[in-house]
């Protein structure tokens, strides 16, 4: 399949995993539309692949994280606010969401990390009749069972969807946006790297030395 006028190498490239699942969930699963709020819950490739998605629909982003470099990149991408959850509780969290969107908290929520602390954090921060995309799969510790406060469900009338990864369908909705420049994965990109320096990358990934998309552009 060729690729589109406007759609880059690079932008292909980068719409692996990370990119697609956010498109997923901000523009299918949680139906982000223009002039909503949205609140980001951890800003890792998920997560700001999802501001740059959601403001791109004309939404107002809140960006969380606890790390000042990646509520500094959210910022570059659209986010009108960011927080600093460090050692806030999901509750104090939600509140100081709400203070930034007008006392009533936002319409939606995108949980780009999964750990009971980032689901409940993306709960509270939602208003009455709130909807909630979740991505982020649980941790050893959770082991795929939290706990959820089920009676402020019920009272706030909250949905929340599952959303996983990117069906072929909605590639060319996403192709399209990236064509006419509304959307540029590529800008995610922080390393080229050769084929043969893979492994150095995978080596450091599980110490979180790497930040943004690496891409493979040298084979010989």
């Not at 709020?37 to 800003?43: F, K, N």
Request: aromatic share 4%.
């Amino acid at each position: 399949m060729a690729l589109l006028d406007g759609v880059t190498e690079l932008d292909a490239a980068a719409l692996g995993c990370r990119y697609m699942t956010a498109y997923r969930a901000v523009h299918s699963r949680a139906a982000v539309r223009g002039g909503e709020t949205v609140a980001v819950v951890g800003l890792g490739g998920v997560g700001l692949a999802a501001v740059e998605i959601a403001n791109a629909l004309g939404a107002q982003v809140i960006g969380l994280d606890r790390k000042q470099s990646q509520l500094a990149a959210a910022k570059k991408l659209g986010a009108v606010a960011t927080i600093n959850i460090d050692g806030l509780t999901p509750e104090q969290i939600g509140e100081r969401v709400k203070a930034i969107s007008g006392g009533r908290g936002v319409h939606v929520s995108i949980d780009a990390v999964g750990v009971s602390k980032a689901t409940l954090t993306a709960l509270y921060s939602l208003r009455k009749g709130g909807r909630l995309a979740t991505v982020g799969l649980s941790s050893e510790e959770d082991k795929g069972q939290l706990t959820m406060p089920i009676d402020l469900m019920v009272f706030n009338e909250w949905s929340m969807a599952g959303s996983l990864g990117n069906p072929q369908s909605e590639y060319p909705g996403l192709l399209n946006m990236i064509a006419a420049g509304r959307l540029k994965p590529s800008q995610h990109i922080t390393e080229e790297v050769a084929l043969e320096d893979v492994q150095s990358v995978l080596d450091r990934m599980p110490t979180f030395e790497t930040n943004g998309y690496v891409v493979v552009t040298k084979f010989n």
